[in-house]
């Protein structure tokens, strides 16, 4: 089975509609991979479509899928599986990530909404996302996702993550603000859970702003500029795990594309320093030479 792995020192835009105008004038190292929902684009065509076969053209894609329902209960389907297929083959999509949540019921809910923290929830969740890798034809990682009310929590949220990933044999997309946001609604540490994490699942990460309401929650909006606290997050890790690709996430409120892209260059930056830190002890280690 394919690998949802791509190259580690890789720093990404989501693909938005609103964006193609300055996305197809962007120079060619302005990104390094465009992240689109296949969902959004399976059979689109004319100025919409062709703008993203340009892009494609490009710009390497990643998908991340929104309308799989991982965590539903009713049968997955298997029509936007077969299709959803063809379009990572048709653009050499290699890494595909969904939602570990759900968002349908007799209909679409248009939220994603959480999984009951359960063993029972972990082998449903768990038996559907291998159904989906055998259907897609590739391995692909899940994205922890931010939630502001659980349905019950016999398990510790790490610990429902790490049984998922390991009933499922899936990766894991690492999303730095929905794990900020979390650890701060509901009272836990971020980097006790950094901690718990195993790097070897870690296949991408997602970084995004949020936003904070008078009562103190933090609402992850991805529509405003990464916060200090999140990038501190993504360096640490980076120092942890390895670089791995990242994804800038901007859903609406967009500024100028020059402020968007000076964000992926600060993950290029902190990408560029955790990689220098990595190799200082292997260099320190080598043998002088007479």
Not at 11 to 35: C, H, K, S, T, Y
Not at 191 to 210: D, E, K, N, T, Y
Not at 213 to 218: A, F, Q, S, T, V
Request: with cysteine.
């Amino acid at each position: 089975m394919t690998a949802s792995h791509a190259p580690p020192r890789a720093a990404g835009l989501g693909l938005r509609r609103a964006l193609i105008p300055q996305l197809l004038a962007m120079d060619a190292g302005a990104v390094d991979f465009l992240e689109c929902a296949p969902d959004n684009w399976i059979g689109v065509g004319g100025r919409n479509g062709a703008a993203l076969a340009r892009l494609a053209a490009r710009f390497p894609l990643s998908g991340h899928g929104l309308s799989l329902s991982l965590g539903g209960t009713a049968p997955l389907d298997l029509e936007l599986l077969r299709r959803t297929r063809g379009f990572l083959d048709r653009f050499d999509i290699a890494l595909y990530s969904e939602h570990l949540s759900y968002c349908s019921d007799d209909g679409h809910l248009y939220d994603l909404l959480p999984i009951p923290f359960t063993e029972e929830a972990v082998r449903h969740v768990a038996a559907r996302i291998r159904q989906a890798q055998d259907a897609l034809g590739r391995r692909i990682a899940v994205e922890n996702v931010s939630y502001y009310a659980a349905p019950h929590q016999a398990l510790a949220e790490v610990d429902f993550l790490l049984a998922v990933l390991a009933e499922a044999d899936c990766d894991l997309l690492l999303d730095l603000n929905n794990l900020y946001v979390n650890a701060h609604n509901h009272g836990y540490d971020a980097r006790a859970f950094l901690a718990r994490l195993p790097a070897a699942r870690i296949a991408s990460m997602h970084i995004a702003g949020h936003y904070d309401d008078e009562g103190g929650l933090k609402i992850d909006t991805h529509g405003a500029p990464v916060r200090d606290d999140v990038w501190a997050l993504l360096a640490e890790a980076y120092a942890r795990f390895g670089v791995r690709p990242t994804l800038l996430e901007r859903d609406f409120g967009f500024p100028p594309l020059s402020e968007l892209l000076a964000e992926v260059e600060r993950i290029r930056s902190l990408q560029t320093a955790a990689a220098r830190a990595a190799a200082r002890p292997a260099e320190r280690a080598e043998p002088a030479h007479v």
